[in-house]
């Protein structure tokens, strides 16, 4: 064993005492560990590790700058600070109590990510180094080997494939819930997140406390294993305040679902909104912008309430009025946070079931469109059938659905005649077969009272729903009448 010489301050005479060096220090043999490694995985409050080299930096996760929090990787911080490079080396590893907002810091080809809160945290600084060789597996301390070969896991899990979505938990962190509850429904969305199946081709999630203030806890982009999620919604606090559950579902709408934090493309964005009691501001209103911005919404509420409590609810039905169908599929009820595992797999069903993903507004399924056709003498009936071919091309790229987009049309010459209003038809198929049996009139042709009896009549009835309007005139020529005024008061009524 190799010794340091101590000074030792005594009186009179000043004597070195040869004591034996520390473990961990010069000479000790470092750890080898994987590129994956987390502080969280070497419990001490010291220690000497060996990073391997060739690891990529796209699988380093890491959570803050300089002091990072115990999930980020060991090597992928030490890269980070500067302490080695891609090609690995030794690396010293100090544990350090918990704390909040890590932040997000570009160094050395690896963008650190924030977390708002974590239990335990660490630093890195340049190891000494030993005799072993970093080859990427780390010191085993499993029974010997029995002969089998064991079958490598990967790192890196893919997910469920068949239940791909960009999932924010909006859980309800308010007095309403209290604190041992607030634990209990971290139980169970911890059980969901599990039953989901996330990975890197599968399901990620992100979660949002609902306050007086809302707080993002942690991003998609976070974590990409139920492993890693699980730890994370372990260690989120209870805030307390108001259950401003609106306001918390605007700002996840606005905030989380970005692609600086994670979303992808062309995956169903979905935020799962839970309730305890009752939310203390407009919720339907915060429905309707989170589908304008692409966001189905589902409501979990818990323990409706009970009679007495009824006088001190803005809205008794905020649950149908801030999804957009209260036909059950979006929303979902429990009697309390007790016995809540036979809940989980329904619920996560639902989440998996994208078809039914319609509630999420784009171009293709929130917006009305009245066809306008001209059906005039001077058409002809050869010519009208190739306009009832275009109106029905231009319909059949529009996702048609009671939930989705609504399609109409008026045949017009000096009268006009209703072929099919918004509410006739909620299919796509229906929509298109109604559209090339529609008859040719044959007449003159008056643009613009045409357009009047539209606005009037047609988009009237619906001027209340959340759909765009728009109006699309079919005509091969010139009108009779004046069409700048109608076309004018039309622009005004849609504003």
């Given amino acids: 064993m190799s010794a340091a010489w ?12 040869l ?7 010069q000479g000790a043999v470092p750890i080898a560990i994987t590129c994956s490694t987390r502080g969280l ?20 996760s890491v959570f803050g700058n300089i002091v990072y929090a115990s999930v980020s990787s060991i090597c992928g911080a030490a890269i980070h600070r500067g ?11 100090y544990s350090l109590p918990g704390r909040e907002n890590y932040s997000s810091v570009v160094a050395n080809g690896i963008q650190s990510q924030t977390l708002s809160r974590w239990s335990a945290s660490f630093t890195v600084t340049k190891g000494k180094s030993g005799t072993q060789e970093a080859t990427g597996q780390a010191v085993s301390t499993a029974r010997p080997p029995t002969g089998k070969r064991l079958k490598k896991t990967p790192e890196k899990k893919t997910g469920n494939k068949d239940c791909k979505a960009d999932i924010a938990f909006l859980i309800d962190g308010s007095f309403n819930i209290g604190q041992r509850r607030f634990n209990l429904q971290k139980n169970f969305v911890g059980k969901v997140a599990l039953m989901l199946g ?57 905030k989380f679902f970005t692609a600086d934090a994670g979303v992808r493309k062309g995956i169903p964005k979905v935020v799962v909104v839970f309730i305890d009691g009752w939310p203390s501001d407009d919720i339907e209103e ?9 966001v189905n919404v589902f409501i979990v509420s818990v323990a409706k309430p009970i009679p007495e409590e009824l006088g001190m609810v803005q809205d008794v039905a905020f649950v149908d009025k801030a999804v957009c169908r209260n036909n059950g599929f979006f929303s979902y009820h429990m009697p309390n946070w007790f016995g809540t595992t036979k809940y989980v797999k329904p619920l996560v069903q639902k989440l998996c079931t994208h078809e039914q993903m319609m509630c999420s507004k784009t171009c293709y399924n929130s917006v009305n469109i009245a066809f306008l056709i001209d059906g005039s003498s001077s058409v002809g009936d050869s010519n009208f059938r190739l306009m009832l071919e275009f109106v029905s091309n231009i319909a059949k790229t529009f996702e048609i659905s009671d939930i989705g987009a609504k399609i109409a049309a008026v045949q017009f010459t000096y009268d006009q005649r209703t072929e099919f209003s918004f509410t006739d038809y909620s299919t796509k198929e229906n929509v298109l077969a109604v559209i090339r049996n529609i008859r040719y009139m044959s007449g003159g042709t008056a643009t613009g009272d045409a357009i009047s009896f539209t ?3 047609v988009f009237g009835p619906v001027r209340d729903n959340p759909n765009k309007n728009f109006l699309v005139i079919v005509t091969d020529g010139q009108s009779y009448d004046d069409v700048r005024g109608p076309a004018a008061a039309a622009h005004d009524a849609a504003k």
């Fill in 455 to 457: 606005v009037r009549n």
């Fill in 41 to 60: 995985d070497i419990r001490k409050e010291k220690a000497d590790v060996l990073c391997p080299g060739g690891c990529s930096l796209e699988e380093f």
């Fill in 19 to 25: 004591l034996p060096e520390p473990v961990g220090s």
């Fill in 83 to 93: 302490v080695i490079s891609i090609s690995g080396g030794p690396v010293r590893i």
């Fill in 286 to 294: 915060a429905g309707i912008v989170a589908r304008e911005f692409g």
């Fill in 198 to 254: 996330i990975g890197t081709e599968g399901p990620h999630v992100g979660l949002v406390q609902a306050s007086e203030h809302p707080k993002i806890e942690f991003y998609l982009k976070n974590f990409t294993s139920a492993k890693d999620v699980l730890f994370a919604i372990k260690e989120v606090g209870f805030k307390g305040g108001n259950s401003n559950t609106g306001k918390a579902l605007k700002h996840t709408a606005q």
């Fill in 6 to 17: 101590i000074p030792v301050l005594c009186l009179g005479v000043c004597l070195l005492l």
